[in-house]
């Protein structure tokens, strides 16, 4: 590098500022500085592509060439949570302290796709929590909340619920229902993750009075119009910016690609606690001889008691991501 280039560097890297994203859609990104103000920015190039809760080193355009920002460099990331698709990945956001997902009674949830939700968290070292809307509708809860008996009886090495499940019915105007959200929520980032129809929006809206206007003025300062439910967008809950919630789009899909398969087990904590008491010690647990996992499948009064539809969704995405074949 010639020293004018040297020093060319230097002196961008010096007139960087550090800032927050705190909305993105596609190559586009919001960056909020320490005082609360906020500016459109791009990335500089691939290394600087920033998502929601990345903390960024920006510079504003030279005097005369519009107000749109650059992204320099992400600072360096505590984890980061994304999905693949058939096409390509998808990243979320960075930073994240818990993943609250959200199902509902109805419509009737997809325990594959929450199970791949859980899965990625945990491979993102992310805490999960489940929470269940429409308490209202007793018979439909009641079916809804037995089918998660399965994440109930999941553990923690300290006996704590692995996975918490929390009953709510967004419609109702229960301050305490509100309150108890609030204390689950103070002090973390929390990324708000579900399919349509669940009451997302509601969530948001009931924490975050004001937060559709938010997200559509985001979107229309990136110039995203209809597409409005592509875009990530990150709340703060408290006038002094500890708390946050992190909206995006449903999850209609949820591919696991940048799992191996051998790895699955580590992300699902029922079968991982046995993988390392198997005869063979690269054992799928799907066929071989002197396996402790599937020893422990149905077996009704075990400690160690997996559940058959925890194990059949394991083993459709052992093979899944064995193969690379969706179901």
């Not at 995203?224 to 709340?235: D, E, F, P, R």
Request: charged share 20%; aromatic share 8%.
């Amino acid at each position: 590098m010639s020293r004018r280039h040297s020093k060319a560097a230097v002196a961008s890297a010096a007139a960087s500022t550090e800032g927050l994203v705190v909305g993105s859609h596609g190559r586009h990104c919001i960056v909020e500085t320490p005082d609360g103000q906020r500016r459109i920015c791009h990335p500089r190039g691939k290394k600087s592509q920033a998502v929601v809760g990345d903390h960024v080193l920006w510079q504003p355009p030279p005097p005369g060439q519009g107000e749109e920002g650059t992204i320099e460099k992400v600072l360096e990331r505590r984890n980061l949570l994304y999905r693949q698709d058939e096409i390509r990945t998808k990243t979320f956001a960075a930073n994240i302290d818990q993943v609250l997902v959200l199902i509902a009674a109805e419509p009737v949830f997809s325990e594959s796709q929450l199970a791949r939700a859980l899965i990625a968290a945990e491979d993102a070292g992310i805490t999960p929590i489940i929470a269940l809307n429409k308490y209202d509708l007793e018979e439909p809860f009641a079916m809804a909340w037995q089918r998660l008996e399965a994440y109930r009886g999941i553990l923690n090495a300290d006996g704590s619920a692995r996975y918490p499940i929390i009953p709510l019915n967004l419609t109702s105007d229960d301050p305490e229902q509100k309150e108890a959200l609030m204390d689950l929520l103070q002090g973390k980032r929390s990324f708000v993750l579900g399919p349509s129809g669940v009451g997302k929006s509601t969530l948001i809206n009931l924490l975050v009075p004001g937060a559709q206007a938010a997200t559509n003025e985001i979107s229309r300062v990136l110039n995203t119009g209809k597409h409005t439910t592509t875009t990530t967008s990150l709340y703060w809950m408290d006038e002094a910016r500890s708390t946050a919630i992190i909206d995006s789009p449903g999850f209609q899909e949820f591919g696991l690609y940048h799992i191996a398969a051998t790895d699955l087990p580590k992300c699902m904590p029922d079968i991982g606690a046995l993988a390392d008491q198997c005869k063979f010690y690269n054992c799928t647990h799907l066929h071989e001889p002197g396996c402790a996992v599937m020893a422990e499948v149905d077996n009704e009064g075990s400690p160690h008691y997996i559940h058959p539809n925890r194990y059949r969704i394991y083993a459709e995405l052992f093979e899944e991501l064995n193969t690379g074949f969706k179901y």
